[in-house]
């Protein structure tokens, strides 16, 4: 028999690592936990729903989406939503750093580093908000910063760059008007 719910979960790079971490203790503490990650992570996000689903015998989803492309974070939300009932935490967990050569031969990786690690997150944020809204019972918005995101670190400028700008965007956030929905918006810093 399945335990009481403490509502819903959504995980975003939850394939390895910290997201990985994180959407295991969500699960511990009761809730319903959907994962999410990238096409070429299906096989580790199915392996950690099954996980999930043994840990607290509450329904696991595995949710695949490119968290930089707004139609699929918005269509992610809705399966999730409906699926499990609802959504009452967003974990906007994923992202990328890729090694800089130089600063001069930043442009794509630049892009590809702000779409996922920035971009991912406002759009996280934005559909969860949305969402939480709508179900008219708060929720908890948390957003992935670093270490970097506090002290810049040598050639990884545009990695340091996106998570200053998460900290950024998650202070404006929780400073807005969806407090008054009971919606809270932290970040949290990994690093040494």
């Known amino acids: ?5 403490l509502g819903v979960a959504l995980v975003t790079g939850a394939a390895q690592g910290i997201g990985r971490t994180i959407a295991l ?13 990238i096409s070429s992570k299906t096989e580790q996000l199915e392996t950690l729903s ?35 009932g609802g959504l009452n935490v967003m974990v906007a967990n994923a ?9 001069r031969d930043t442009t794509e990786d630049w ?16 559909y969860a908000a949305r969402q939480m809204i709508a179900q008219g019972n708060g929720g908890r918005i948390l957003g992935a910063s670093s270490i970097a995101g506090r002290k810049a670190g040598f050639e990884a400028s545009a990695y340091c760059a996106s998570k200053f ?8 956030a929780g400073n807005s008007r969806i407090g008054k929905y009971g919606i ?8 040494k």
């Not at 809270?184 to 690093?191: L, Q």
């Open 50 to 84: 099954q996980d999930i689903e043994l840990l607290n015998a509450q329904m696991s989803l595995p949710v695949v989406a490119d968290v930089s492309n707004e139609v699929e974070v918005e269509k992610m939300v809705t399966e999730v939503s409906k699926t499990l």
């Open 25 to 37: 203790r969500l699960a511990k503490d009761g809730f319903m936990v959907a994962v999410n990650d």
């Open 184 to 191: 809270t918006v932290n970040a949290y810093a990994p690093g």
């Open 165 to 172: 700008a998460v900290r950024g965007l998650t202070q404006s």
């Open 111 to 126: 892009d590809k580093i702000f779409a996922v690690n920035m971009r991912g997150v406002f759009l996280s944020y934005k």
């Open 1 to 5: 028999m399945a335990a009481k719910s």
């Open 95 to 103: 992202g990328i750093i890729i090694p800089e050569r130089s600063a």
